[in-house]
């Protein structure tokens, strides 16, 4: 007769969601860059900044590989055009970047993040209130990493 008491831990639930977490972490890791070539496609802009920011506010270690695939890089570019500076989700992903532990002072500052955050700061966006309380709530988190 088998042992069966030994294998209910190998089907628990937390087994089962933390090789579901590992398997949909790795995708996410492969298909970053073909999301870096869909924030090339007018088209796909938005939508595309929209899933990268949901990726990065369920797991901020992505953070890491939005640097390494250049990213965050292209982001920066993509600020220069007026039209996305009150993009929600380019600001999600500053509040991300800037929180993100292993992001230190020295890196805000070979990343110029002071200017583009007082670009962001001087945009004005109208009466946007949303816009404002995430305005706010980056250079709070962007204060407290550097003091």
Known sequence: MRNFHI???LYS???LEE??????????????????????????VFSTLSFLSLII???SAFIRF???EKIIDHIFEMMKDANLLSNLNIIKIFI???????TSFDEIISMNLIDKVNVLINYDNGDNIIYTEYIIE????FIEKIV
């Open 7 to 9: 294998f209910p831990r």
């Open 13 to 15: 639930s937390v087994v």
């Open 19 to 44: 090789g579901k977490t590992k398997q949909i972490n790795l995708l996410i890791i492969q298909i970053l860059p073909i999301l870096k070539e869909m924030l090339k496609i007018d088209e796909l």
């Open 57 to 59: 506010e369920r797991n």
């Open 66 to 68: 939005y640097k390494s």
């Open 96 to 102: 991300k970047l800037i929180e993100y532990q292993e």
């Open 138 to 141: 980056l250079f709070y988190n």
